[in-house]
């Protein structure tokens, strides 16, 4: 049991480039969330999904898209990046509506230049 | 969701008892009170949370008062390792991951 598993740790992307930050499972959870930290301020929803093939926006979620094909993965894609997008982005996923907490990714650090 | 004010930060001896208040007052009827931390930069780590019971884990206690429009979590003997930034949220259980984070209180467990 891994819990929730990010990857890369690390990224440095040129602006103007996509990429695909990976997210997945192992707990069987239905809900999965993508949260951005930047330096010195808390986490801000950037989109969620309550089950596959199911998504919603949250606080911040322009230049961001996500897709839910399966239960276990929950994928973010930049569409075109930019240096405002320099961040820690952590993925999170709880099975019981959130009841009994949700457990987070260990973050995707990622640079903008 | 009801929002939350905490300390923006917060000192304890370690051994002690460590008290770290939330006030929510504009919470409503069905919305819990949850508490994560973020040790370090790691991802967030789920704490407790609650209705309007006192609870108690492994970890914490929570203290809801009657009104529940204020908290307060209580790790009962810090330690150094408890020294993060603990953030009190709360939400509809089944607002299915919208939590939101605000800026937390950061404690500092000192030796």
């Known amino acids: 049991n891994a819990g929730v598993t990010q990857t890369p740790k690390f990224q440095v992307l040129k602006t103007g480039q996509s990429m695909t930050l990976q997210c997945a499972q192992d707990?069987?959870?239905?809900?999965m969330s993508w949260y951005r930290q930047d330096p010195g301020m808390g986490l801000r929803l950037i989109h969620y999904?309550?089950?596959?093939?199911?998504?919603d926006q949250g606080e911040v979620p322009n230049g961001y898209n996500v897709s839910r094909s399966t239960t276990e993965d929950f994928p973010l894609r930049l569409l075109s990046a930019a240096p405002s997008q320099t961040s820690v982005y952590f993925c999170?996923?709880?099975?019981?509506?959130?009841?009994?907490?949700?457990?987070f990714g260990s973050g995707t650090r990622l640079t903008v230049v | 969701d009801a929002k939350t004010t905490q300390p923006p930060s917060m000192d304890c001896a370690e051994g002690r008892a460590a008290n770290l208040p939330c006030n929510h007052s504009t919470i409503s009827g069905n919305e819990y009170v949850y508490w994560y931390r973020q040790i370090h930069s790691q991802g967030p780590q789920y704490i407790i949370h609650g209705l309007k019971n006192n609870e108690t884990n492994e970890m914490a206690s929570l203290i809801i008062t009657e009104d529940r429009k204020s908290s307060t979590l209580i790790l009962p003997h810090a330690t150094l390792r408890d020294t993060a930034v603990y953030y009190c949220?709360?939400?509809?259980?089944?607002?299915?991951?919208?939590?939101?984070f605000g800026q937390g209180t950061t404690l500092q467990v000192k030796p």
């Open positions: 999170a996923s709880s099975y019981s509506r959130g009841w009994d907490g949700y457990t």
């Open positions: 949220i709360v939400s509809y259980p089944s607002n299915t991951g919208k939590l939101i």
């Open positions: 707990m069987n959870h239905e809900y």
């Open positions: 999904s309550v089950g596959a093939g199911i998504t």
